[in-house]
């Protein structure tokens, strides 16, 4: 398992996959790739329930920190480049604002491939009650955690001789498909 030194650091080091999973996706960092890390890597070292509640605790406290950012210091700079943007299709009526915005952060929180910043940042921006935000996104962020946690680390176990043979099948697949894209285009352009 050399080629997988990146993961035995995080092993040996489980507070650094904490705070790596609870402050880079704020910056815009994909946290998908941590939580299948800290899936391969603590399940192996921690357990399983361990491992996810370390993910879980992370994601947590980058819900928190990232609120409060997007709400109170950064509120001016983000809303210049994406509140005004954003702002203009909600209601600008104050009884329904709160609800259009407390609905677009529940399908922000529960569509996937939603960035983790833009799911925090958006209620902060338009100051969505904490509470209620606090309540869609913890439930919702808790269980995507705990079910690519859950699975990385037990595909990881199953696997671990043959994530080898899956890396290079996938690099493949990657390659192939980009050759027939290449050829496709080439195709198009001699026509």
């Given at each position: 398992?050399?080629?997988?030194?990146?993961i035995d650091?995080?092993?040996?080091?489980?507070?650094?996959?904490?705070?790596?999973?609870?402050?880079?996706?704020?910056?815009?960092?994909?946290?998908?790739?941590?939580?299948?890390?800290?899936?391969?890597?603590?399940?192996?070292?921690?357990?399983?329930?361990?491992?996810?509640?370390?993910?879980?605790?992370?994601?947590?406290?980058?819900?928190?920190?990232?609120?409060?950012?997007?709400?109170?210091?950064?509120?001016?700079f983000l809303?210049?480049?994406?509140?005004?943007?954003?702002?203009?299709?909600?209601?600008?009526?104050?009884?329904?604002?709160?609800?259009?915005?407390?609905?677009?952060?529940?399908?922000?929180?529960?569509?996937?491939?939603?960035?983790?910043?833009?799911?925090?940042?958006?209620?902060?921006?338009?100051?969505?009650?904490?509470?209620?935000?606090?309540?869609?996104?913890?439930?919702?962020?808790?269980?995507?955690?705990?079910?690519?946690?859950?699975?990385?680390?037990?595909?990881?176990?199953?696997?671990?001789?043959?994530?080898?043979?899956?890396?290079?099948?996938?690099?493949?697949?990657g390659a192939?498909?980009?050759?027939?894209?290449?050829?496709?285009?080439?195709?198009?352009?001699?026509?």
């Open positions: 398992m050399e080629f997988l030194w990146l650091g995080f092993d040996r080091y489980p507070w650094l996959l904490f705070f790596a999973i609870a402050l880079l996706p704020g910056l815009g960092v994909p946290n998908c790739p941590l939580l299948i890390i800290c899936g391969t890597s603590m399940t192996a070292a921690l357990g399983h329930w361990q491992a996810i509640g370390l993910a879980v605790a992370a994601v947590i406290v980058n819900i928190l920190w990232t609120w409060w950012v997007a709400a109170f210091p950064l509120r001016q809303c210049q480049r994406v509140g005004n943007r954003v702002g203009k299709y909600l209601k600008h009526t104050d009884q329904h604002q709160e609800r259009n915005i407390l609905t677009i952060t529940f399908l922000l929180h529960v569509t996937p491939g939603v960035p983790l910043f833009v799911q925090n940042y958006f209620p902060g921006i338009h100051r969505l009650n904490y509470w209620k935000y606090l309540a869609i996104a913890i439930p919702v962020q808790s269980l995507y955690t705990a079910l690519i946690v859950g699975s990385s680390g037990q595909i990881f176990l199953a696997l671990k001789s043959s994530l080898l043979l899956v890396l290079i099948a996938a690099l493949a697949a192939v498909a980009l050759h027939r894209r290449h050829n496709k285009s080439t195709a198009l352009i001699t026509r």
